[in-house]
């Protein structure tokens, strides 16, 4: 019952500021289960839930997009042989 109430808080938005991070997540479990919760561990339930990051994982600031495009051209897939 608690993982089915996690899960309808996550669908709501988040009462501070509108966004469920990690952290929120972790803070929400703590207080309804009385002891610390660890992000990570927010972070497995709300993937076991089917939950995903809003946010694009950063990317290096002095790569161009002409060397990212020919970096996924090179690896793109091993060759077979």
């Not at 946010?55 to 990212?68: I, L, M, N, T």
Request: aromatic fraction near 8%; glycine fraction near 6%.
């Amino acid at each position: 019952e608690l993982q089915e109430a996690f899960r309808q808080a996550l669908l709501q938005p988040h009462p501070q500021d509108g966004i469920w991070t990690i952290r929120n997540a972790a803070l929400w479990l703590s207080e309804r289960l009385g002891r610390p919760v660890d992000p990570r561990r927010a972070w497995t339930w709300m993937k076991r839930l089917g939950f995903a990051p809003l946010r694009p994982r950063p990317r290096h600031r002095e790569r161009g997009v002409e060397e990212g495009e020919a970096f996924k051209k090179n690896s793109s897939s091993p060759s077979s042989s």
